[in-house]
């Protein structure tokens, strides 16, 4: 029997997991698999630093124009065509298809001309006629999309790999890729899903950066529908969002894009921008007091930090001597958009990787 390789992951938001998930799926070489983090899904608190519990996790299509855009598109479609499958066989996983609304007050030529791929492979991808937006929106497409329950869905990320296939978790605090070379000396292979890009002498890739994004989850009223995603880009720049979170989690509403803006805390005045924004464009979300009042029935404020990169998302291998590492890190966010494209794309790179070097 040949030896097993011992790949490790650092990291453990959708994208450490999502690579766990698409090597220990496809990988044929003999391997164990360790994912070390110091957040993971089941902590029972979550810190802003740790993003994807928190997110929205929604499809939005966007045209890519640029080649950085176009990969990180075309990982989004195999992310897109893994939860077609993973909806069908494991509804518990929380991914639910529904229809995508996007409104723009001022749109790009980019979107008014369907261009950069933005209708590619989109099912039911439509043109909205004038008559169906709202006032002020001059543009509006609807296609379908996935929305997923962002701490559910990593919870069965998790539940997955330690049950199906036995990987191995460890949290611990690593402050340089080096030094876990050295506290694992039989690691044939590093993926690095550390979000900003932990460095192998330490520190962060210098490209990084974050946005801060606040949201709100609330609890609609018992005759809502959560059969629609909608997004509205407005002519000032602020996008508002409503994403519902299947098996009953509510719904997300925002947000705030506040770039290296490090405040963890929630912010009131975003909180109470956000609402007056939301009671304009989702009033079918809020609920009902005596005499007639309408509310938005916030269960809590969420503050996570999207990691963003210059360049975009970073995938690719790096060597130091022989220690041997995958990069993948810089989703910002659209973390779960990539997620499993991205683990596919870590997985094939590692693949050539064993295959070639015969590590």
Known sequence: ???????????????????????????????????????????????PEYTSPWAGAHFRPQPATNEAQRREAKMTRVTQAYFKK??????ESSVKFVEGIEYFDEPSEDYLNCSGGYS??????????????????????????????APLYIQFLQ????????????????????????????CSVLVNCT?????????????????????LLVRPPKDYSSDKTITHQSKNGDWTFCIPRPLYGGVIIGGTKQVNDNRSQPRERDSID?????????????????????????????????????????????????????????????GYELSYGAGMKVYELMSQLLTRTRL
């Open 1 to 47: 029997m040949s030896e097993q390789k011992h790949i490790v992951i650092v990291g453990a938001g959708v994208i450490g997991l999502s690579a766990a998930l698409a090597i220990s799926e496809h990988l044929t070489i003999p391997h164990r698999l360790t994912i070390i983090a110091s957040h993971f899904p089941d902590d029972k608190v979550y810190v």
């Open 195 to 215: 979000g900003s890009g932990l460095q192998y002498h330490g520190g962060y890739d210098h490209s990084s950066f974050s946005i801060r994004g606040q949201t």
């Open 86 to 91: 993973l909806a069908e066989s494991n509804p």
């Open 120 to 149: 590619q492979d989109i099912d039911n991808f439509q043109i909205l006629p004038d008559h169906d937006l709202p006032p002020g929106v001059s543009f509006g497409t609807s296609y379908t999309a996935w929305v997923v329950n």
């Open 274 to 334: 956000i609402i007056k924004r939301a009671r304009e464009l989702f009033p079918e979300l809020m609920k009902s007091k005596g005499r007639g009042e309408k509310y938005f029935d916030v269960e809590r404020v969420n503050v996570g930090f999207r990691p963003c990169r210059k360049g975009g998302f970073k995938v690719e291998i790096e060597n130091h001597g022989d220690s041997v590492i995958i990069h993948a890190y810089g989703a910002g966010g659209m």
């Open 159 to 186: 539940r997955k790999l330690k049950m199906q296939y036995n990987v191995q978790f460890v949290k611990a605090k690593i402050n340089s890729l080096k030094n876990l070379f050295h506290r694992i000396e039989d």
